[in-house]
């Protein structure tokens, strides 16, 4: 049972980070049906980013807690930047362009990317500072330690923080109104431009907290963190049903359960015919299942409603 | 539009300086009448083991440089080597292409691959092409059990390798039960099952076996699973980037075992990574210690001068560079169907062993040695004697 319970934390907390990069993906797909493969590789230049500025101020003598809140600002600050110059330079100039080349704009600005941040951070790994004493606490015989507390609470508040965002305030109903319709958006004098160049920025600013997150949970940073990080993310996003922000959120939590589970369980239950190896095509084969009989994704929308 | 024409005139210029990076590939001598040589190198210099792969590009690259400051002269003319180096990614697909690359490049030799994953595959390559491999840390006992003539390694195998593990964790460690996750590539997969194989031999029982791969960055579920096991030891067949976070998150679970991997964990990022989840680890590596060897220390004191801390497997490509040019120097040919028959049977005092091949290209004897972090710092406990070659 403890075992049980162990497998279920490690689920969620991994979970929640799936979800809050899962977040980015479905914002961007929303808004424009167009899949932001960049966008793993932002959430690493987040973590980069934090890095570098966290061991700084730290050097300069920063109280940890000043040097913490800095870093976490300076790195959403550069993602912010950053996401807004991706759209910018790599996607804007496509838009009206067959669905296909922005989609291998995309995955060349990950490429270019992550050989940016070689050449910045170099090739060998970082670690990061342990900034907290990070006490674990004993719950029903499974261990659960303060950092992925905080990862856990820290993400649900920015998902909940989002979904006001969106469904309470003027600019959540332009993101929403230019995701229905951008033409009648625009008429309605929606400033579409702006509109994308915001949620650009505000998924990028996303990915650095859940770069710092990672980093601080694993206790590392590396320039190539961002790829699996990212596949895992876009699947989280298709399994919850892309371009909904409750789906991201279903996707990741529901994909961190199902690894953990498919890692600890398999091997009881197919009597040590498939082992802990087969943990990754278990999350996908749940994947196919749930896009067999719900195309769109556990809470997507039916296409025929987008058309 | 004008912009356009701009924009386009732009990529072409781009595309331009790409393609002049590109070697020039003229064959036989330079201007000033020197013999060109070239070396080819492999390893990952891109992926989450790039670290190690720069590593070993600057231990080959050294030893070049090295070999050009000497003036070597084969065969009556004085030689210029030059180093191809390529980035095979860790991925084995990406190898044979790197491979095929490499012949066409008319190399005289190939130092490489680091992986066992990608030496293999590239090797037949090789051999078709009757090109010399010497692979500083391919481990995986497959590697020169395919027969071919021109696959050689300048480090003890992984059933050498694992068989020393195996009964020091048996023996030395008392350790009762035991589990083992490896990360299902060539090397992982092969020093965990001859790990199991010298283990049991020794008494101990293997209560789990579970997987992740050479990617993955969170280990809490097979950990966990290991945990319900209640084992006394913990393998981990693979490389520093999983081995470390696993160290690191092995202590958040509150395991306490002894940890225990091999040569890809025996790395100082080990202890970046596993802070001080590190103490009390152990790992092994193939050979004595660097300062015990002639010639060792002033390897390590030059290599870190020009390039910073040794990360694990650059004194093995020095080697085999030296070794590859030894025979080269003996036969009076860089010609590799010249040179490879002196190469089988040279007998050279490298940096890491006196190395000497037997007749499938592995490395005669091969002592390995066991270390464990102690106050922070990997320290050697034990050099485990040599250890006749695998049987098979």
């Known amino acids: 049972m403890e075992i049980f319970l162990q497998q279920i934390i490690n689920g969620l907390v991994q979970g929640s980070v799936y979800a809050l990069v899962a977040l980015g993906y479905t914002m961007v797909y929303g808004i424009l049906g167009l899949i932001n493969f960049a966008h793993g590789e932002v959430v690493m230049i987040g973590a980069m980013l934090a890095l570098s500025a966290l061991t700084s101020l730290l050097g300069m003598g920063a109280p940890p807690a000043l040097a913490l809140l800095l870093s976490i600002g300076l790195a959403m600050l550069g993602c912010m930047v950053l996401g807004y110059s991706i759209e910018r330079i790599a996607y804007r100039p496509l838009r009206h362009a067959p669905r296909l080349a922005p989609l291998i704009t995309a995955i060349g600005v990950s490429i270019v990317l992550q050989n940016l941040a070689m050449m910045i951070w170099g090739r060998e790994y970082h670690s990061f500072p342990q900034m907290i004493a990070n006490h674990s606490h004993t719950f029903g015989g499974a261990i659960i330690n303060d950092i992925q507390i905080i990862v856990f609470v820290l993400a649900l508040a920015i998902m909940a923080g989002l979904m006001v965002v969106v469904h309470r305030t003027r600019l959540g109903r332009a993101m929403r109104a230019v995701a229905e319709n951008q033409h009648a958006a625009q008429l309605m004098g929606v400033d579409i431009n702006r509109v994308i160049s915001i949620t650009f920025m505000l998924g990028s600013a996303l990915a650095a907290v859940a770069g710092m997150m990672i980093s601080a949970s694993y206790g590392l940073a590396h320039y190539y963190m961002g790829f699996l990080l990212g596949l895992k993310a876009f699947t989280a996003a298709v399994l919850g049903g892309i371009g909904n922000l409750r789906g991201a959120m279903l996707g990741g939590l529901l994909l961190g359960l199902i690894e953990s589970l498919g890692a600890g369980y398999i091997g009881d239950f197919t009597g040590g015919f498939f082992g802990s190896n087969y943990q990754d095509v278990f999350a996908f084969f749940v994947l196919i299942i749930v896009l067999v009989f719900r195309p769109s994704g556990l809470l997507g929308e039916r296409l025929a409603e987008r058309a | ?392």
């Open chain 2, 1 to 392: 539009m004008p912009l356009v024409s701009v924009r386009s005139l732009l990529f072409v210029t781009i595309a331009m300086l790409l393609l002049g990076c590109e070697k020039s590939t003229t064959t036989g001598s330079n201007m000033s009448g020197e013999l060109i040589v070239r070396i080819g190198a492999s390893a990952p210099l891109t992926g989450p083991q790039a670290h190690l792969g720069k590593d070993n590009e600057n231990g080959t690259r050294m030893a070049i440089d090295d070999a050009n400051a000497k003036g070597i002269v084969i065969g009556g003319r004085k030689v210029h080597f030059e180093l191809i180096s390529e980035d095979d990614q860790a991925d084995p697909k990406t190898a044979t292409i790197v491979a095929q690359k490499l012949v066409d490049n008319k190399v005289s030799g190939v130092i490489g691959h680091m992986n066992s994953g990608t030496s293999i595959p590239a090797s037949k390559i090789y051999s078709d092409n009757g090109i010399v491999q010497i692979s500083p840390s391919a481990t995986a006992v497959n590697y020169t059990a395919q027969g071919f003539k021109t696959t050689f390694r300048v480090m003890a195998n992984d059933a050498q390798q694992g068989r020393v593990l195996g009964e020091y964790a048996a023996k030395n460690l008392a350790a009762k039960y035991i589990a083992v996750i490896d990360d299902r590539t060539a090397y992982g997969q092969g020093l965990a099952d001859e790990f199991i194989k010298a283990a049991k031999a020794n008494g101990a029982q293997i209560v789990a076996h579970e997987y992740t791969n050479d990617k993955a960055m969170d280990f809490t579920a097979v950990l966990t699973v290991v945990k319900g096991k209640k084992p006394d030891l913990l393998f981990y067949g693979g490389m520093v980037p999983q081995a470390g976070p696993m160290a690191k998150q092995l202590k958040a679970l509150a395991l306490n075992l002894k940890f225990m991997t091999g040569d890809g964990g025996f790395t100082p990022e080990f202890i970046n990574l596993a802070g001080d989840a590190a103490e009390g680890a152990y790992a092994s590596l193939p050979g004595v210690t660097l300062d015990k060897m002639p010639g060792g220390k002033a390897f390590s004191d030059r290599f870190v001068a020009k390039y910073g801390p040794i990360q694990l497997y650059a004194p093995y490509c020095y080697d085999a560079v030296n070794v590859m040019i030894a025979a080269m120097q003996k036969t009076g040919s860089a010609d590799p169907g010249k040179y490879l028959p002196a190469l089988a049977n040279i007998s050279y005092d490298g940096v890491t062993a006196k190395i000497q091949f037997d007749e499938k290209g592995d490395l005669k004897g091969g002592a390995i040695t066991v270390y464990q972090v102690l106050n922070g710092k990997w320290q050697p406990l034990e050099t485990l004697g040599v250890i006749a070659p695998a049987a098979h």
